[in-house]
């Protein structure tokens, strides 16, 4: 069954089996967080619809992507871009950046198989990492994030804003993006190491796209406006919700969007009903007094640690059971809550827990060719066989680990986040 059908079922059971009220049912269908990733669907909508999102990708491909090494960057820094606006790692990587991705490879006559070395391995493993990274830095660049901030606010009762997370996430975040493509450019060893044509191929498909539209350029200053107030939300006293449905009406009121578009949304709805169905489930595991239990009943494995060794080591466990999952919700909603209380309950700080869990639920799917949505995409290209795609993937989880323990760890320290 598909996601939102489960949800939804479970919903009712435990309406019909009066573990909850009809209205403590459905109150995670009004909660601010889950219209917040309605709203970030539907951003992403006026991307695609624009195809502003394409325009930005060629404009760094035609300025810095005469290197090899440097189009990987133009890539990754598109994702970057689009990561706080288009929530849905599938639709970013997978709708907008694979297509690009896939015709300059062709462009480089670089296809499965013996040619996949020229550049195409480089390419393709390379925008797949990226789009893990820079979902864990933004509370919108993973349609999952928001849930780790809702569980955060109902099992350790700590509020975590857009602005708390992308403050913790800006520095080991921008180490493991500058280091990232570096790595995957010496694991694969592109052949093509400069040629001109990436920026060919970026200017023929500006020139064929023409001028910015007004639509283009409207969505650009609305999006603009939205960052701004997500970063000055908390001074403002402006949540993240209000922001992104202002940002929404604006794109109705400039007509980037029309209602039509908004009702055809089939992601943005289906979210709302999983997510609306699992933050009123995990509101009620929490109030009958279940995730108490659990950290408990744990809490005794890993009694007489010191707190930051336990800490880390569930931390360690909590990436690495993702060998098992094909889902990153699917696994936050099976172990976030369990493992952040248990956290919590040996003396972890409440809001660094929220935080790092929170981080490792997008970096964790460096593991595995069905890690998340974009994977069976990328790995299906065919240009990283199966070995390469788990042993690279291995070494650059480790990677990742070190730089958010080794650096987050003393940053956090430094915000005061513990």
Not at 32 to 61: D, H, N, P, Q
Not at 108 to 124: D, H, N, Q, R, V
Request: aromatic share 14%; charged share 10%.
């Amino acid at each position: 069954l598909p996601q939102g059908a489960i949800v939804l079922i479970g919903v009712v059971a435990s309406v019909l089996t009066q573990v909850l009220g009809i209205k403590d049912a459905l109150t995670g269908f009004s909660n601010t967080t889950v219209w917040l990733i309605v709203s970030a669907y539907l951003f992403a909508r006026a991307f695609l619809k624009t195809r502003l999102g394409e325009r930005i990708a060629y404009y760094f491909m035609k300025a810095i992507g005469r290197r090899t090494l440097f189009l990987g960057y133009s890539i990754s820094l598109t994702d970057l871009v689009l990561a706080p606006a288009i929530p849905s790692n599938t639709a970013r990587a997978g709708g907008v950046l694979f297509p690009i991705v896939r015709s300059v490879c062709h462009a480089y006559g670089s296809e499965p198989g013996e040619t996949a070395k020229k550049i195409g391995k480089f390419l393709m493993f390379n925008e797949y990492h990226t789009t893990l990274i820079t979902g864990a830095m933004f509370l919108t660049g993973m349609a999952a994030n928001p849930l780790v901030a809702e569980f955060a606010s109902k099992i350790l009762n700590v509020e975590v804003t857009w602005g708390t997370w992308f403050i913790g996430a800006l520095v080991p975040g921008i180490i493991t993006f500058i280091i990232t493509p570096i790595l995957i450019y010496l694991f694969t060893r592109p052949e093509i190491k400069v040629s001109e044509e990436a920026p060919k191929l970026a200017s023929q498909k500006l020139k064929e796209m023409g001028p910015m539209t007004k639509y283009e350029k409207s969505l650009l200053v609305i999006f603009i406006l939205t960052l701004i107030l997500w970063i000055l939300g908390q001074p403002l006293k402006i949540s993240s919700t209000t922001t992104a449905l202002v940002g929404l009406s604006l794109m109705l009121i400039t007509g980037v969007l029309e209602w039509k578009d908004v009702l055809e949304e089939k992601g943005a709805w289906d979210a709302l009903v999983w997510f609306g169905g699992l933050v009123a489930m995990a509101t009620g595991l929490n109030k009958l007094g279940v995730i108490k239990w659990i950290a408990e009943s744990a809490k005794a494995y890993v009694s007489g640690w010191e707190w930051l060794t336990a800490f880390v080591v569930l931390a360690l466990v909590y990436f690495y059971a993702h060998y098992f999952m094909a889902s990153m919700t699917a696994h936050i909603t099976a172990f976030f809550p369990a493992f952040a209380a248990v956290m919590a309950a040996v003396g972890a700080p409440p809001l660094m827990v929220a935080l790092l869990l929170g981080y490792f639920s997008n970096l964790m799917a460096a593991t595995t060719h069905y890690a998340t949505g974009p994977a069976p995409v990328y790995f299906g290209a065919g240009y990283v066989d199966i070995k390469e795609w788990w042993l690279y993937g291995l070494i650059l989880s480790f990677v990742y680990i070190a730089i958010w323990f080794g650096i987050g760890l003393p940053y956090w320290k430094v915000l005061g986040f513990w």
